[in-house]
């Protein structure tokens, strides 16, 4: 209400300055007395001129104020952050910031500003600091009380005492709390995770299960673990106590590890029963093992590949004088060495993160034995690519040996030599070793590269033929062999590429791309999916060697909530989308077969470390303002207007501070001894006091 | 006033004259028409047969003789490392830069005449390729020791054909080069003459797995390595001994191993066992 009012009084506004004034009314004083007591002719008169001459520098003025007093504020905190989106919370909030806002509207000379509490990513529910922020705009004699709705999990409550009394601003701060008293829930918590981790070790990740809100000690609880899509495994833990997890780093790139604790009975959220670590596996060095046939021109394209690579150990195996060409030259004339291949083949052959055989022939060199081993290494894991010539047809080629069984096509007997140029196939189009090559063949068009000459021929083919030859015969065969991979070049002509023959071609790509999809670097999956975080975005790109159509994938926001997501096609092979992150946390995509995670913000965000509604945090505050907890589950409380001096709150009912504040609007002004009235008085006076005097 | 000094200017810079490349372009036109007409029209490298079977390669100098033992040379080590090594290499080739597709061919040894014509524009392009790509040019002024006068001004030639080519900074071969150990351990590099001093890259460049694009020697090493068609060597070796000839195919050896395998024997896996043999 605007209750404007009036008030008059009279003001003396001296013009000079009070001493001086005081100085010559005592001496107007001592003279007018002198004159007085001596009973001088027209003292009276003088007396009146002095007193007139007084009065006029005291300059007395009638003053009319008109004055309106001031609506006071309240402030009402809204927290719309992630915890609040459990269960009906937002609900209640809702409804009670409705009917707030309902009787604020009721009460006189009362204006309520509502302040939405935002989530803050990392930093949780930062109510304080909004409220700082709005408080800081209301003057303070203004303030009536502040009205928080949330479900107290506050992060930036004050909690040192100073704090705490300028927190509230010094009217009544109320707390009502969404959700219910005594809540539990059960969290993951991650204690310990490393983000990097080496190639071929393992990391610890410490957590710990914890029950929130629950009176027993610990517990037993099965907890589930999934890594990268594979099958989860479970494990029974005690809660409250450490618990470490040996996470085997199988792979350059991000690992993921989910972790899932079962469910507590009633317990508020099932959110932050998850915790997600992600695990940054980079390699140490590249262990590399070229075990190369008879020397020819297209030899060292390996080497200088490879030796160009400062993160590659390579090791080189080569025969360079055949047994039967022993031409009796003394051992110290001699610069070749017995090779250490027991060492090699079979003591450290696992330590190799890649082998590859370029033209090799097994004349009796290495024993089936040691070939056997090689083959075991492939299902068990290892990466083998193969560049072969004519020695792969016939009695010494590689695929009569053992290793043979782990080889993708066998030789028909055939060696075509003919000029022609490599193809990407349709599958090579959309293989992350052959994808988007430069130069390569279009729709119809040969592709830019340099002609080879000859092409070793198979048959029957397994895995993916990504390159062809002459009449679209296989080229480039990649193929899965148990755990591991296996690469096939049915030429040895790549080297004329590095030379630059007829142009050349992009043979480092192929062979780096190769080599790093033997190595299973995640960058070159060609069944993928992938998310990133790219600045208040997830970025999501998907990569499959089928046809047709990418999948829509289901998106599952940190706070629960799912929606499909439609996927554009970016290229062979290649689909991807984005969409706005507007949840700090995990958020879980998912094409039906495989799972991406991102972490926006902190992986495990401390809006999700507590889900119970608390009054716990804000206490300190409410408490030390004088204002009241209400659990909105419980009543909705009323509205009241109270005096400063008065409590703040009752039984069913929070207070708002009354605090009559005012401006003032108007201010008439009269000067009640106009100086010519004074000047009339003053010199009519002294006239006839003079004459008086003279007479 | 302002043109007037404008004319002075120019005039005082000489820049009133006729355009100097006017009168150049007429003789320059004229040699580059020579150089067409002058030079063999067809290639003789067929890529097919280069590109399937690994073989060495001579610059042809123009100069009959000089052409026949860099021949007779290449098929003799041919046939030496062939009997030797597990390396089977082909027929050797004469080819010339610029005509020919150097791309197929590991080495190129180059016998330094004082009367064979520069490179052209054409030939340094594919010659600079040719060492970029990972080759090696070997070349032989084969004027050491007893050989001095019998190939006169030929370190002139020297420099006047690698004018314009990207010839790395050089140093004499140090005693634990790969060229030492690369097949045979070897401590000097004999040819028909010895004494000659033989350089290589003196920063080792990684992304060519620390091979020298350029080998420069003066031993002669063609003509040691020479046979004729009787299986004879028909160029007897200064001083003499057989020991200097089966030096000088060891060295040939070496050479392309060290063209066909690059840097292998300094391979980290190879050093303890072969400092063990050489005593150190």
Redesign the interface.
């Given at each position: 209400m605007d209750g404007t009012r009036t008030l008059a009084s009279v003001a003396f506004d001296p013009l000079l300055p009070t001493p001086l004034f005081v100085a010559l009314g005592l001496l107007a004083g001592i003279a007018v007395g002198l004159a007085l007591w001596r009973r001088a002719r027209g003292a009276w008169l003088r007396a009146f001129v002095a007193a007139v001459l007084l009065l006029a520098l005291a300059n007395p003025r009638l003053v009319q104020e008109t004055r309106r007093s001031l609506p006071d504020v309240a402030v009402l905190l809204v927290d719309q952050t992630a915890s609040q989106r459990v269960g009906d919370r937002m609900a209640v909030t809702e409804a009670a910031r409705r009917a707030i806002e309902d009787r604020a509207r009721s009460l006189d000379a009362l204006e309520l500003r509502t302040v939405v509490v935002p989530d803050a990513g990392a930093n949780g529910t930062r109510l304080f600091e909004a409220l700082g922020r709005a408080l800081a705009e209301v003057p303070r004699g203004r303030l009536a009380g502040t009205i928080a709705i949330t479900d107290g999990q506050i992060h930036d409550a004050p909690e040192e005492a100073e704090a705490i009394a300028r927190a509230s601003g010094g009217a009544p701060f109320h707390l009502l709390l969404t959700g219910r008293r005594g809540e539990t829930d059960r969290r993951v918590r991650v204690l310990d995770a490393p983000p990097f981790g080496i190639v071929g070790r393992s990391v610890e990740v410490r957590l710990v299960v914890e029950d929130l809100g629950t009176a027993g000690g610990a517990d037993g609880v099965t907890i589930t673990q999934r890594r990268d899509g594979e099958p989860p495994r479970q494990a029974r833990i005690r809660t409250g106590e450490a618990h470490t997890i040996r996470v085997p780093i199988e792979r350059a790139g991000q690992t993921v590890l989910e972790i899932e604790a079962e469910p507590l009975a009633g317990e508020v959220s099932l959110l932050n029963n998850r915790a997600v670590v992600a695990i940054n596996g980079v390699r140490d060095r590249l262990r590399v093992l070229l075990v190369s046939?008879?020397?020819?021109?297209g030899?060292?394209?390996w080497?200088?590949l490879l030796?160009?690579d400062?993160n590659v150990d390579?090791?080189?195996f080569?025969?360079?004088?055949?047994p039967e060409?022993d031409?009796l030259?003394p051992?110290?004339?001699?610069?070749?060495?017995a090779?250490?291949v027991r060492e090699l083949f079979q003591v450290k052959l696992r330590e190799f993160d890649l082998i590859i055989f370029d033209r090799f022939a097994n004349r009796g060199i290495l024993p089936p034995s040691y070939l056997r081993n090689i083959a075991e290494y492939v299902r068990g894991g290892g990466g083998l690519f193969l560049s072969v010539g004519p020695e792969y047809v016939g009695p010494v080629s590689l695929f009569n040996t053992p290793l043979g069984q782990v080889l993708p096509a066998s030789p028909t007997g055939r060696i075509g030599?003919?000029?022609f140029r490599a193809r990407v196939t349709e599958v090579g189009m959309r293989h992350p070793i052959t994808a988007a090559l430069p130069g390569a063949n279009a729709a119809e068009a040969e592709a830019a590269w340099g002609?080879?000459?000859?092409r070793i021929d198979v048959a029957a083919p397994r895995g993916q033929v990504l390159m062809s030859g002459p009449g679209g015969e296989p080229l480039l065969i990649a193929d899965r062999v148990g755990e591991g991979r296996v690469a096939l070049l049915l030429s040895d002509?790549i080297w004329?590429w590095?030379?630059?023959?007829?142009g050349g071609g992009p043979q480092a790509e192929i062979l780096r791309r190769a080599a790093h999809w033997l190595m299973k670097e995640p960058d070159l999956e060609e069944e993928d999916l992938r998310a990133r975080v790219d600045g208040e975005r997830i970025v999501v790109e998907r990569r499959s060697l089928a046809e047709g159509p990418p999948p829509s994938l289901t998106v599952t926001s940190p706070s629960g909530e799912t929606r499909m997501l439609a996927l554009e096609q970016l290229g062979p092979g290649r689909a991807g989308a984005e969409f706005m992150a507007d949840q700090p946390g995990v958020w879980r995509l998912t094409d039906g077969s495989r799972l991406a995670f991102a972490a926006v913000g902190a992986g495990n965000p401390r809006e999700f470390l507590d889900l119970r509604a608390l009054a716990e945090p804000a206490l300190p505050v409410v408490q030390r303002s004088g204002g009241g907890i209400v659990w909105l589950a419980d009543q909705l409380p009323e509205l009241r207007r109270v005096a400063a001096d008065r409590p703040a709150r009752g039984p069913g009912w929070i207070g708002l501070k009354r605090n009559r504040d005012h401006v003032v609007t108007g201010v008439a002004d009269l000067p009640l001894m106009p100086p010519w009235a004074a000047l009339v008085l003053i010199l009519g006076a002294a006239v006839v006091a003079w004459r008086r005097e003279g007479q | 006033m302002l043109s007037l000094d404008l004319l002075i200017a120019l005039w005082l810079r000489g820049l009133l004259r006729a355009p100097a490349p006017a009168r150049a372009a007429a003789p320059a036109a004229i040699a580059l028409f020579l150089v067409f007409v002058a030079a063999p029209v067809s290639a003789q490298v067929d890529p097919m047969r280069a590109a399937l079977e690994t073989r060495l390669a001579f610059v042809v100098t123009g100069s009959p003789e000089v052409d026949r033992v860099s021949r007779a040379g290449l098929v003799g080590l041919t046939d030496f490392v062939n009997r030797r090594t597990a390396a089977n290499l082909a027929e050797p080739l004469g080819v010339r830069p610029g005509l020919d597709d150097l791309s197929f061919f590991p080495l190129l040894y180059w016998p330094v005449t004082a009367d064979q014509a520069s490179p052209d524009e054409r030939a340094i392009e594919a010659l600079n390729a040719f060492m970029r790509d990972g080759g090696i040019i070997v070349f032989d002024t084969r004027d050491a020791g007893l050989g001095r006068g019998m190939n006169a001004g030929a370190s002139a030639a020297l420099q006047r054909l690698t004018r314009g080519l990207a010839i790395p900074e050089l140093h004499p071969v140090p005693a634990d080069h790969v060229l030492t150990r690369a097949f045979y351990l070897l401590s000097d590099f004999p040819g028909r003459y010895v004494g000659g001093q033989t350089w290589v890259q003196r920063h080792e460049d990684r992304a060519n797995d620390s091979v020298s694009p350029v080998v420069i020697g003066a031993n002669d090493w063609a003509a040691a390595w020479a046979v004729d068609e009787a299986g004879r060597n028909p160029y007897a070796t200064v001083p003499g001994g057989a020991r200097q000839r089966l030096l000088a195919y060891r060295f040939g050896v070496n050479l392309v191993m060290y063209a066909l395998t690059g840097n292998y024997k300094g391979d980290q896996v190879h050093v303890p066992i072969i400092l063990e043999r050489l005593g150190q």
């Open positions: 046939g008879e020397p020819h021109a030899q060292r394209t080497r200088r030796k160009a400062p390579l090791v080189h080569t025969i360079l004088r055949p060409k031409d030259t051992l110290s004339e001699l610069a070749l060495i090779f250490p030599e003919a000029p002609r080879w000459y000859r002509q004329l590095s030379r630059n023959h007829d | -």
